[in-house]
């Protein structure tokens, strides 16, 4: 297949004023007839794109013709157009039940669903699917469904039918319908203009009581982007369906968002603290796309993070205004270590804006999302917070209405405030994350540091241009804090100098300033003494990191990290998730990642043994002030998602999990006396862990099986925790349980992905067997789901970091996959570029 490129990019020829769409709905026959108003664009041929349509009939101003139909769409040629604008008119047949990769319309549980971005829309019927073509939507529906949905505004229904309108001009990606047996849950907001908006939440009978947080977190996203971003609901109605069978997190259709059911659905009993806040986070994300990626759209696939890093950097400030900026950030750094850094130092490092894809759903990655929206922080570190309020405005106003591009996102930033972003614009550009080496100097009253950027070759880029860092630093003397500022680096090398007394303990990239990796080896006892009281709350957590990795990567002392770590665990002026974060390890796979860096391979059982050997001297080290610790975070009274008491939990499990270590009964009590899911699962996974989770996972499993998403949680515990020498002893039994439904992906992702990604010891056990079962299941559901089983394949993106053994079986199996026939176009590109 040829890659599609950037630098090929040409406006449509033919542009669409009006869609008017018609649904005859049927299992297996759907028809829909599609009248559309082109209008002239760039001109030249017509060509629409489609995929497994059946095309019925086709007409251009009332005249039937016979299109040139190809593999991806058809084309009219020039000659055989009006000069002028004109209807086209064209019925095509699909069939939804057959539709397995969940894209274009397909059933979920007996009811009709559509996912349409990136490319699905080209499989419901002919259209230019392409993000710079915007236009008006009146949609009809016509089946049998008690609910049958679409974006916009009700239009008028009746017996059989429905009409929707969408009166703002959209991409055809931001369509959607749904129909079927749905029950809604409604509230209401008012814009602070004035404008009553219902809000409805769209779920299964029986699931209306779970539906209260994701209300409730609408509701206070709309009420945040009005006041944070000034930017009102522009509709009459909101609404969110919940579905079962969904590839990614949700979608922000225009009016009609839809969800991966995980993302709404909680109850204290069912949903942890960690599926509340993730809830909360993600309904604000659709919601906040409403502005940045439906009213300002991207003009090519190119651009996907233009909309994607500016949402998610809006949900984590968002998230923040919600709960603990500080803990936010950590949580979002650790996420960005975990899958970015991951994905930056391997075989699928591409840059925020990619140059070329071959099949877009392989792009909706950590680089474009989490990276992307890096970038934005960064841009607002260096323009300032008004600079950043200044330039969105701009933004807003420039381009409301529009398909734009990362060039008119810098555009407004340069405009709005003076700013020459050129030099800005390579971290959209260049893959691969930055290293920045510190020397430190005292003499005479002056320190001195010196910063040194790198940033290492990435696949087709063997050379990198130094990137603008924005590093804030400050410096600790033995009173407190003496200065600090925020140094951007934009040459390879440079040095900041500041007039101090003494010399001081640096702080340096504060908050994480900057998406690099912070060579910084420092004066010994500098990191102990940040640990102990930095200022900022982010580099304390930091320099126990550090340390913490210095014993599992080097094998120095742990003695610091105990130290410190403990007195952060004891220290009640402290908010206790902050706590709970400190006294966190690394994971195995960022170990891992860390002992790759320093160009040794990696032996999974022997990180595995390590870490373990090191949560055990932490417990040791605790001893009874464990369980003390544990008992003084109780937190009596109904359950609450929100403020200190989900911290608390935290820490109280954290505390459950050490004591483990020790008495591998502990987690019996708190399993049987549990009052919330958070609590139960830890208890759980706990035993499991220790190998004694056996009537704990049945009685779970007597008690859940009715709700798929805590299912879910059941295969993934024991996915996780299974003992890594039969691991996949474990998976390969559950395979064949009867709830084990393959092709739903969450139940996928539980198991196999849970597994792969869960139980690293497990999958790299060094018979091969691990990458045998995932290469086997991910050949299976490639058949079916290309989406979902190519995300799967990342999986294997870390394999040159292993011993020839293990590097040799993954090879094989790569192979393998690479050679099966029929192989999805989704599929083959991510292995192609794993293995390249
Ligand atoms: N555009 C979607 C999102 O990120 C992707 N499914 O919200
Ligand atoms: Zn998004």
Known sequence: PVPTRLQDYTPPAWLVETVHLTFRLDPEATVVRSEIRFVPGAGGDLHLDGQALRLLSASI?????????????????????????????????????????LEGLYMSNGMYCTQCEAE????ITYFPDRPDVMAVYTVRIEGAEPVMLSNGN?????????EWHDPWPKPSYLFALVAGDLRS?????????????????????????????AMDSLKRSMKWDEEVYGREYDLDLFQIVAVDDFNAGAMENKGLNIFNSKYVLASPETATDGD??????????????????????CRDWFQLSLKEGLTVFRDQQFSADMRSEPVKRIDDVLRLRAAQFREDAGPLAHPVRPAEYIEINNFYTATVYEKGAELIRMLREIVGAEGYAKALDLYFERHDGEAATIEDWLKVFEDATGHDLTQFKRWYEQAGTPRVHVAEQFEDGRFTLTFRQETPPTPGQPEKAP???????????????????????????DSLIVEVPERPVPSLLRGFSAPVILMHEGAPGDRAARLARDTDPFNRWEAGRSLALDTLVQGADPQDWLDGTIAVAMDETLDPTFRALALGLPSEDEIARQIAETGRSVDPDAVRADRIGLDRKLAEALGPRAAELRAAMATP??????????????LANRMLGLMTRLDPTAPEAPFADATNMTDRLTALALLVREGRGEAALAEFHAQWQHLPGVVDKWFAVQAGQAAPDRAVEVVTALTEHPDFNWKTPNRFRALVGGFAGGNPAGFHRVDGAGYRFVADWLIRLDKLNPMTAARLSGVFETWRRYDDTRQDLMEAELERIASTDGLSRDTAEMIGRIRA
Do not use: M
């Open 637 to 650: 009274g109904p359950y609450s998602p929100d403020g200190d008491a989900p911290g608390k939990r935290e």
């Open 154 to 162: 009700p239009a008028g229904s009746g017996e059989g039918w429905a």
């Open 276 to 297: 509340f806040e993730g809830i909360e986070s993600v309904i604000a994300h659709e919601y906040f796309h409403n502005w940045t990626g439906n009213r300002i759209t």
């Open 120 to 123: 699905g829309f080209r499989r």
């Open 61 to 101: 101003n009332g005249e039937a013709i016979r299109p040139d139909l190809h593999e991806c769409g058809l084309t009219v040629l020039e000659e055989q157009l009006p000069d002028g604008p004109f209807t086209w008119v064209a019925e095509t047949r699909i069939n939804p039940q057959a539709n397995t990769a």
């Open 185 to 213: 849950v409604e509230d209401s907001f008012t814009t602070r203009s004035g404008r009553d908006v219902d809000l409805r939440i769209w779920v299964r009978d029986g699931d209306q009581d779970r539906c209260a947080y």
């Open 467 to 493: 990137v603008p860092i924005p590093i804030r630093w400050g410096l600790l003397g033995a009173q407190g804090e003496v200065a600090a500022g925020t140094f951007v680096l934009d040459k390879a090398q």
